[in-house]
């Protein structure tokens, strides 16, 4: 098995590490010196999300966060990058057409980024991929909780468990790969549900409460660390600073604890 050590990430890299086994450790970040540990300790992919909502501007959602944010926040991370990949959320209503995420996402790009996010398959989600994807946007999905739905869903629910809900992920899950996506997040579905959608999938899946199944894992840094942000903690949440002894200890903990598929557990996960 060739294992990604020193060399940068690439788009390409990420589906040969799929095929290869090799699970992906992500974490959020918004600042340099938080991607500059990140990096230096072995996370993969670092995504610049509009959790920052939350987590940094105090916001109930991501709903108020702005393309201005997000590419601010994406020029900082990327000022220190020199092995992780960086990927960058297209905030609420960015894709809301194919043009504006395309004015979006290439300001994303500019400021550093090398894959953007969006969430969603309906219709236009799956034209806004294949729009981007044709003029050399990489693009990550993002199905099951999509915070950025926050309004229609009533809250931060786990999606899928009910069976027709759980058939419409796996058309989706096929549908935002088929439009040409590079990877796909998987966010609070029952473990069964993300297993299966991850053996099926073409592209690398990322779980956050999605089990220990998906191709690689994501936390918001906040969480990881055990940082008090003021809002319920998820089930899928784990503290490890406690174990890590430090930040750097934390990242090198997470990252381990991914790889050897011990993070996430049953405790972590949903059924």
């Known amino acids: 098995m060739a294992i990604q050590e020193d060399k940068p990430w690439t788009v390409p890299a990420l589906a040969d590490a799929k095929r290869e086994g090799r699970r992906l450790a992500m974490l959020t970040a918004y600042d340099a010196v938080f991607a500059r540990v990140f990096d230096r300790n072995g996370v993969d992919l670092i995504l ?6 939350m987590v940094v501007k105090g916001e109930g959602s991501t709903l108020p ?3 201005d944010d997000i590419a601010y926040h994406t020029a900082a991370v990327a000022s220190h990058l020199t092995r992780a990949l960086l990927v960058a959320d297209l905030p609420f209503q960015a894709d809301a057409t194919p043009e504006r995420a395309l004015d979006a996402a290439t300001r994303l790009l500019q400021a550093g ?9 309906a219709a236009h989600k799956l034209d806004v991929i ?13 199905l099951g909780l999509t915070p950025q739905s926050v309004l229609r869903f009533g809250g931060f ?3 899928g468990r009910e069976e027709r809900a759980a058939s419409k992920l ?28 991850t053996a099926a999938s073409a592209i690398p899946t990322i779980g956050i409460g999605a089990g220990p199944h998906c191709d690689g894992q994501v936390l ?4 990881m660390l055990g940082l008090d942000g003021g809002h319920r903690r998820p089930k899928f949440v784990k503290d490890f600073l406690v174990e890590g002894g430090s930040i750097a200890g934390a990242v090198q903990a997470y990252c381990a604890a991914v790889r050897d598929g011990s993070f996430p557990d049953a405790a972590h996960a949903y059924q």
């Open 48 to 53: 610049v999300g509009d959790s920052l909502g």
């Open 65 to 67: 966060v702005t393309v």
């Open 113 to 121: 980024a090398q894959m953007v996010k969006l969430e969603g398959a």
């Open 130 to 142: 294949r729009f981007l994807v044709e003029r050399e946007i990489p693009v990550s999905a993002h």
């Open 157 to 159: 629910k786990v999606q």
């Open 170 to 197: 796996r058309e989706d899950a096929r549908a935002v790969a088929d439009a040409g996506a590079s990877l796909l997040v998987l966010e609070c579905v029952p473990t069964a549900l993300a297993q299966a959608i």
């Open 220 to 223: 918001v840094l906040h969480d």
